[in-house]
């Protein structure tokens, strides 16, 4: 295992005594002694920085528009920040994303807009429809299904030439228990294609914890069995999960000698909150769990050590968190503003509608040119 | 006495039974859609050992609908089962497990989430038993919640009944009451063949009835006629039998008398009591939320036609889901069939 950044702490994990796993910032946001920090400028440094702070600014006021009932269950991110944003940033734009329904803030790094991100939460379906020029594909709810995709993208690109490019594919600690995963990176390692695999081990599947999941020490060392690479990251340390994604993307796109392009990289993780607002965690773990992890918390460790840097003052972290804010808000007026026409149900189904499709598209307009939209409004009344 | 009391056994109608008492003398608690599914298990759990409860966070967690709460507390986790996130292997090693002499009741956290085990159910839970030339069989129960209406996000609010109900070799019940839920989960676990049982997870919460403490059966393959009527018959199932009744009584202010059919068993379906109906009223609508092509409304117009095509008036609607994917939640109420919709296409067949 890829430990050279040097190792961490024990850190009260509940997935067993390994917390062998490459970290750059300890638990207070110093760097680690004779730990390198990526190459990155103070600008692109802040930048990555205002990204975590708005994804964590972005998961409060959901949960809050969750529980005013104006959107729709939510799967927040809260605690997994620096490690959805280091990935990202860690992306060439030419380079492709396959995220599941917890990645808000990895799409929105790659180029989607908050707004899109919240239309569906809204009940609209455009939300999952990407501009021409974002390569993320409509984020992936039935488990692990995106692994094999994630795969198969990777490779049409290399068959077709299209060496300077990767894919990146996330996925949780859960979605390993799936066939899917199993045949995804199976396929990977195999066929050598240019993917990183993310496994956001954030603990818990719902209720599940990690060690009911798989008697396997670590999630990285299933990589064995494919006969690729698997790296241990701390999963609360933006910058290690930045460097280790540009490390296996770098890899993917020019490998040396008798390297495998592919990476799987387990990023040790925690998942502060419920699975979705639907899910209440005290049910089946400990608050005091959370705390621990609490401690380690990347947002803190980031302004740390920004702050031990100079990068981060006052006056800019208040510019920072004020636009964090205004985006917010914004996105959020965009998506309340936003309606769907009940025509759309009918809309992409083919790429040419069949007749009978058609008919009953003309059935439902007449019938609310008869009855009026109102009549349609609940199902049970 | 009415045709429901032909049909069904065991829990008493609400006409029996005082509503406003939460448990009436005859120890019937009111209890919710989802409460006597979890009921159901819980008296099963407690009249054979060999039943268990496998799938994921219906343990600790109680399910994320709570339809196995307090089970684990119960009955420890042995016969409550956490698994890996792998539904293939949760209705695979179900598959296993009857082989051994369990009753495993696998859940599928949403039918959406059901397709990766799809093949150990088609392939072999339905199968086993005519491979093995009636040697082996899988008395196994696969519950899955199913059908829109909840804002829930993409993936969670399929029907797709249909899928299962073409395979031979398994059974397809889906409740629309409490005590049905009950019953029905009672016969699905002592039935000696494999059966999927769909919960419509619109209903879960909608209103409550008493549900008699004792175990009961509700026998797989029956229907129960909900209204009678002389005119029309509705034939519908899961969360649909309620829009269908309240299209019923409006109608009936214009003086249509519908009568309205939870077939409950979609496989086996209840053609006698189907046909039964239709020969009555002589014309019929179908409606259900899965889409329309292909779907069981189309099983159920053509048993009209091989069994009672001399009685047949009009043509037999089906009023149902579109044939496009569940939209997400702005315009879901579009896409189910709403009371309003039942009502306009009983008005054609009446007028046609």
Known sequence: ?381 | MSATDDNTRGPPTDAEVNEDAVTDSDGAEELTLVEAVCDGLHTEMARDDSVMVLGEDVGKNGGVFRATEALYEEYGEQRVVDTPLAESGIVGASIGLALSGMRPVAEMQFMGFSYPAFDQLVSHAARLRARSRGQYSVPLVVRMPYGGGIKAPEHHSESKEAFFVHEPGLKVVTPSTPSDAKGLIAASIRDPDPVVVLEPKLIYRAFREPVPEESYEIPLGTAAVRREGEDVSVFTWGAMTQPSLIAAEELAAEGIDVEVVDLRSLSPLDTETITRSFKKTGRAAVVHEAPRTGGVGAEVAATIQEEALVYQEAPVKRITGYDAPMPLHAVENYYLPQAVRIQDGIREIVEF
């Open chain 1, 1 to 381: 295992m890829n430990t050279q950044y040097g190792s961490g702490p024990h850190d009260g994990s509940d997935d067993g005594s390994n917390t062998d796993y490459v970290q750059i910032l300890d638990a207070g946001g110093n760097v680690r002694p004779g730990a390198e920090v990526p190459d990155l400028g103070d600008e692109e440094l802040l930048a990555m920085y205002e990204a975590i702070l708005l994804a964590r600014r972005f998961d409060q006021r959901a949960i809050s528009l969750q529980r005013q009932g104006r959107i729709a269950t939510y799967a927040p991110m809260t605690g997994q920040e620096g490690a959805q944003v280091a990935t990202s940033y860690a992306l060439a734009p030419d380079d492709w994303l396959f995220p599941t329904y917890r990645e808000h803030a990895a799409k929105y790094v790659h180029g989607m807009s908050l707004a899109s991100l919240l239309k569906p939460l809204y009940g609209h379906r455009d939300g999952y429809a990407i501009p021409d020029d974002v390569n993320v594909v409509p984020e992936y709810i039935p488990i692990a299904t995106q692994v094999p995709q994630a795969m198969g993208k990777a490779w049409g690109d290399m068959i077709q030439g299209r060496t300077d490019r990767a894919v990146l594919c996330h996925f949780g600690d859960g979605a390993t228990s799936e066939g899917d995963f199993h045949e995804g990176l199976n396929f990977a390692g195999v066929f050598d294609v240019p993917a990183v695999f993310v496994c956001n081990n954030n603990q818990y599947a719902i209720s599940t914890p990690r060690d009911r999941q798989t008697a396997s020490e670590t999630m990285a060392e299933k990589a064995n069995a494919y006969g690729i690479e698997g790296v241990r990251v701390d999963g609360l340390d933006p910058l290690a999960v930045y460097e280790v994604t540009r490390r296996a993307l770098q890899k993917t796109k020019n490998p040396v000698d008798d390297e495998r392009r592919p990476t799987l990289i387990e990023a040790v993780q925690y998942r502060y909150g419920a699975h979705t607002t639907s899910d209440d965690p005290s049910v089946y773990r400990d608050e005091e769990e959370a705390e621990l992890w609490r401690e380690r918390d990347p947002v803190d460790r980031m302004a740390t050590f920004l702050e031990s840097r100079g990068i981060l003052t006052d006056e800019r972290a208040a510019a920072i968190e004020e636009r964090v804010n205004e985006r917010i808000q914004a996105a959020i007026d965009e998506a309340e503003a936003y309606e769907t026409e009940p025509e759309a149900i009918f809309e992409h189904v083919y790429e040419e509608p069949s007749e009978r499709l058609q008919a009953q598209r003309d059935e439902l307009e007449r019938l609310r040119e008869k009855y009026g939209d109102d009549a349609f409004s609940e199902v049970l009344q």
